[in-house]
């Protein structure tokens, strides 16, 4: 997805820019560019391909520019070519933007600024910005410092759609504007320099402090200084954050991959994720939820919204909500949840949980919910992202940057947050006995060396991986919490090693999908609940009396048979059991990928953060 990243101190920008954009790598892009304020005007460098080949452009190291503005696209509008790379300039070269986010209306724009003598060069809905920008500056009479703010202003609220823009102009050279609306942007404070990013993580390096900007807000910056103002122009004060994340979080640690790095990084971050909240002998401490028993008892109905791997995280938070609360929970996939009329109203807890916090379907659905009048509650792994601002209530997985766009890590701490929120609200509303929340606890403060534990199965992994690494299709099958970690298992294995795959809730196979099994196609399954283990072990005899090649990954003690691999992790209680279970399963992925010479943290098609629809 688009990244964003600017400049402005003392310093030649454009080495910053590029390094700021190659951490920017891993939300997956496709061209890049920058645009600085030289002497002499504004320049642009851009190409499509990898933000490395800037290096290669010719005239780059001439950049001398202390001031700009930088891009990695990822096509929306347009292929992606060098013309439809960001920045974009209007046709004088006054105005140079980067954009991220989707303009709606701009073939609407776009023919207005036709008619008033304008050209465009791109495919892309961002030309028409620096364009509008120039459009509204001509007509402002008033010549004061705040001149080119104004046009950015007005040309704002022509624009329908999402936006984090970047602004330099040849007419202010000692500034940069910034604004948003929908589209991820923070600014680092620096000391006599300044720093734009749509991730914290791409400057994390520079500074610690940073202003979260919101929605229809202005920055307009020098290096010495940042001036906030309101969709009225109206000046704003705004308070700064620290952010704990150190910036060699951020980087690989001597992995080969970010991916398998954040794999061995699960039991530390499900650590962060516990932190202080399961105090010995006292009540779940949650420092930033407040909810009486009150409140908690007028809710009759919560859902859980979210995408992909998060979602699957909120399928066990259902289990284990509905089994300590005795409140029934729905689980939606964010991007059907906002086109249907769900059924909500102030007696409705709506919970979303995004590691990025910035992924669109699951802002709207955010929206749509408070619309309604549900009380919203956020799980995220960034603080201070879109979705955290917008609910009503924030928790967060302190899980640490994931950068492979792989998630694993933030998708067992946000099974191991759900697990200690469910307990929460039970303790709150004391639907659950003390006795088997003081067990429950105990058996998530153990969680970390369980995990730790399950890790060790890598090189049994691995050898498998070499096995399977050729197959066309495989299937995944498991019962209650299993089936989740099946449906995120087949996930992972998807979106990184290409190989088509299907997850089954066992006792469905005989309803269809077992038409599909045949000689040597491979069945894996997942067996940690001991009431069901009878029940899926028969399911697998199913396959192989059909032939099929199976792995079990189990907990338990199975019934000896002939099943072809058994990989045996550590057990513990059904709800935690994803959280361990997922472990043979993100290495399996992670190795048939390697086995295959694939690109483990930026798998093709694939972005980090989906901040578009
Ligand atoms: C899978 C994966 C995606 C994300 C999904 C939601 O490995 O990374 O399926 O889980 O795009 O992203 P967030 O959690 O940032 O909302």
Wanted: charged share 25%; net charge negative.
């Amino acid at each position: 997805m688009c990244g964003i990243i600017g400049y402005i101190g003392t310093k030649k920008a454009s080495p910053i820019l590029i390094n700021g954009l190659l951490r920017l790598e891993y939300r997956g892009y496709d061209s890049a560019g920058i645009s600085t304020v030289e002497k002499n005007g504004l320049s642009i460098m851009k190409d499509k391909g990898r933000v490395k080949n800037l290096y290669n452009l010719k005239g780059i190291d001439d950049l001398d520019g202390t001031i700009g503005i930088a891009h990695t696209r990822w096509a929306t509008h347009g292929k992606p070519s060098k013309e439809n790379s960001h920045p974009h300039m209007d046709n004088s070269k006054s105005f140079s933007v980067v954009h991220n986010g989707i303009i709606e209306n701009y073939n609407e724009l776009k023919n207005f600024l036709k008619g008033k003598g304008y050209n465009f060069y791109s495919q892309t809905d961002t030309e028409i910005v620096p364009n509008l920008i120039h459009y509204y500056y001509s007509k402002d009479s008033n010549n004061d410092k705040y001149r080119v703010l104004r046009a950015v202003q007005s040309a704002c609220k022509d624009i329908k759609g999402s936006y984090a823009f970047e602004i330099i102009s040849k007419y202010m050279p000692n500034n940069m504007i910034v604004v948003r609306k929908d589209s991820p942007l923070v600014i680092g404070k620096g000391d006599g320099e300044n720093y734009v990013s749509s991730d914290i993580p791409a400057i994390l390096s520079f500074t610690k402090d940073f202003y979260l900007l919101n929605d229809n807000e202005f920055a307009f910056l020098s290096k010495d200084n940042i001036e906030f103002f309101d969709i009225n122009l109206n000046k704003i004060d705004k308070k700064i954050d620290s952010i704990e994340w150190n910036a060699s979080a951020a980087d690989k640690n001597g992995f080969e991959d970010y991916m398998l790095k954040e794999i061995y990084e699960q039991p530390s971050a499900i650590r962060e994720t516990i932190g202080s909240r399961l105090p010995e002998n006292e009540p779940c401490n949650f420092e930033d939820l407040n909810f009486s028993k009150e409140f908690l008892s007028s809710i009759n109905k919560m859902y859980i919204i979210a995408c992909g791997t998060a979602m699957h995280a909120g399928l066990t938070g259902k289990y284990v909500i509905e089994q300590l609360c005795n409140i029934p929970v729905t689980v939606d996939i964010a991007s059907e949840f906002r086109y249907r009329n769900p059924i909500i109203d102030k007696n409705t807890l709506c919970i979303f949980i995004s590691q990025s916090g910035e992924t669109a379907d699951t802002i709207a659905a955010l929206k749509l919910s408070k619309s309604k009048g549900a009380t919203t509650l956020a799980i995220s792994n960034v603080i201070g992202s879109s979705i955290t601002r917008e609910a009503d209530y924030s928790i967060y997985t302190h899980a640490g940057p994931e950068i492979a766009v792989a998630s694993t890590k933030a998708y067992t701490s946000q099974v191991t947050l759900l697990n200690i929120l469910a307990i929460y609200f039970a303790e709150v509303l004391e639907s659950t006995s003390k006795d088997i929340i003081t067990k429950f606890k105990k058996e998530i403060l153990e969680l970390p060396a369980k995990v730790e534990e399950a890790l060790k199965c890598s090189d049994d992994i691995k050898d498998f991986s070499k096995k399977i690494y050729q197959e066309k299709d495989v299937f995944f099958l498991g019962r209650g919490v299993d089936y989740n970690t099946a449906l995120e298992a087949s996930l992972k294995l998807k979106e990184i090693s290409y190989i088509h795959s299907d997850a089954y809730a066992a006792g469905e196979l005989k309803h269809g999908p077992i038409a599909l099994i045949e000689n040597d196609v491979t069945v894996i399954s997942v067996i940690t609940d001991e009431n069901l283990v009878e029940k899926t072990i028969s399911n697998i005899q199913e396959v192989i009396s059909r032939g099929a090649k199976t792995l079990v990954i189990s907990s338990l003690e199975l019934p000896s048979n002939n099943i072809d691999f058994v990989i045996n992790i550590p057990h513990t209680s059904v709800f935690l059991s994803p959280i361990v279970s997922i472990i043979p399963f993100q290495l399996l992925s992670y190795f048939i990928s390697k086995e295959k010479g694939l690109d483990v943290d930026k798998p093709r098609n694939l972005a980090k953060s989906v901040t578009v629809e």
